[in-house]
């Protein structure tokens, strides 16, 4: 694909444009678009009537562009990440109806370490949570996380250990040492309890979902208040969840861990 004067190819720029769009911002002008992601004003004007034209975005009656229909169709008929979010909505909603908090599926990123967030349910729990379905956080700084990366390969690891870890908020554990504490203690208890890291008031819980041969491919996951935080109800409930929606993704039994959850202490 031809480059831009600038170096950035057709599909990067359509990558741009297509990425602008968020829940907090669902639609723009083209000019606004525009300006948002630095591609040239006709340059932009050419791209969208093109993206409209297949589907990708659409235009509304006030001359405003957002994410087309088309977009949905494509990745929800096609994509692994669809057929894992409708496996584990049910599994989910047991969750949600045992505990009454903030439940989520979500999976992980090794490229860029960062956690995915696929279906989340928010009748219940706490009323700030920062995930949100299609949103992404970093690996460290939540329990799903550090759950899939405990679990995760030794070289997985090792790369994230070795490399940059960002200071999200001045709880975030950024140390290496502390970090590769923290992964033995999750595979010890077989989960992971993160408080007050991304909001003070809360306490999140996380056990690894795993797929064919036994690889870590996702995460459920509860938040709640610490002042309410019933533990010897959620790591019990989580435990069970995780291994059946594991399961159902093809992972061969395996326990989580030999300790018993009603003698956890925290």
Same mark, same amino acid.
């Given at each position: 694909?031809?480059?831009?004067?600038?170096?950035?190819?057709?599909?990067?720029?359509?990558?741009?444009?297509?990425?602008?769009?968020?829940?907090?911002?669902? @639609?723009?002008?083209?000019?606004?678009?525009?300006?948002?992601?630095?591609?040239?004003?006709?340059?932009?004007?050419?791209?969208?009537?093109?993206?409209?034209?297949?589907?990708?975005?659409?235009?509304?009656?006030?001359?405003?562009?957002?994410?087309?229909?088309?977009?949905?169709?494509? !990745?929800?008929?096609?994509?692994?990440?669809?057929?894992?979010?409708?496996?584990?909505?049910?599994?989910?909603?047991?969750?949600?109806?045992?505990?009454?908090?903030?439940?989520?599926?979500?999976?992980?990123?090794?490229?860029?370490?960062?956690?995915?967030?696929?279906?989340?349910?928010?009748?219940?729990?706490?009323?700030?949570?920062?995930?949100?379905?299609?949103?992404?956080?970093?690996?460290?700084?939540?329990?799903?996380?550090?759950?899939?990366?405990?679990?995760?390969?030794?070289?997985?690891?090792?790369?994230?250990?070795?490399?940059?870890?960002?200071?999200?908020?001045?709880?975030?554990?950024?140390?290496?040492?502390?970090? @590769?504490?923290?992964?033995?203690?999750?595979?010890?208890?077989?989960?992971? @309890?993160?408080?007050?890291?991304?909001?003070?008031?809360?306490?999140?819980?996380?056990?690894?979902?795993?797929?064919?041969?036994?690889?870590?491919?996702?995460?459920?996951?509860?938040?709640?208040?610490?002042?309410?935080?019933?533990?010897?109800?959620?790591?019990?409930?989580?435990? !069970?969840?995780?291994?059946?929606?594991?399961?159902?993704?093809?992972?061969?039994?395996?326990?989580?861990?030999?300790?018993?959850?009603?003698?956890?202490?925290?």
């Amino acid at each position: 694909m031809a480059n831009s004067r600038s170096g950035e190819s057709v599909v990067e720029r359509i990558n741009k444009l297509l990425s602008a769009f968020e829940r907090r911002k669902p @639609r723009y002008t083209i000019s606004a678009l525009a300006t948002e992601t630095g591609i040239p004003n006709s340059t932009t004007h050419r791209l969208v009537a093109e993206l409209c034209d297949v589907g990708f975005l659409d235009r509304d009656d006030n001359g405003l562009v957002g994410i087309g229909p088309r977009m949905w169709e494509l !990745a929800s008929r096609s994509n692994d990440l669809e057929e894992f979010r409708r496996r584990g909505r049910p599994v989910l909603e047991g969750i949600e109806e045992a505990v009454k908090e903030d439940v989520s599926l979500s999976v992980p990123s090794f490229d860029d370490f960062t956690v995915l967030y696929l279906e989340r349910l928010n009748e219940h729990g706490p009323d700030r949570n920062l995930a949100e379905v299609a949103g992404r956080l970093n690996m460290h700084s939540t329990s799903p996380g550090l759950a899939m990366l405990a679990f995760a390969p030794v070289d997985v690891q090792e790369e994230f250990l070795n490399g940059e870890i960002p200071q999200c908020t001045p709880q975030t554990e950024t140390d290496p040492a502390r970090l @590769r504490a923290r992964f033995a203690q999750i595979r010890e208890r077989g989960y992971a @309890r993160l408080a007050g890291v991304l909001v003070e008031e809360n306490v999140g819980y996380s056990v690894p979902v795993r797929g064919r041969q036994n690889k870590v491919i996702g995460a459920l996951s509860v938040v709640t208040r610490r002042d309410v935080d019933k533990h010897r109800i959620i790591v019990p409930v989580l435990a !069970a969840a995780g291994r059946s929606l594991s399961r159902l993704m093809g992972s061969e039994y395996r326990r989580y861990s030999a300790r018993q959850w009603s003698s956890l202490r925290l």
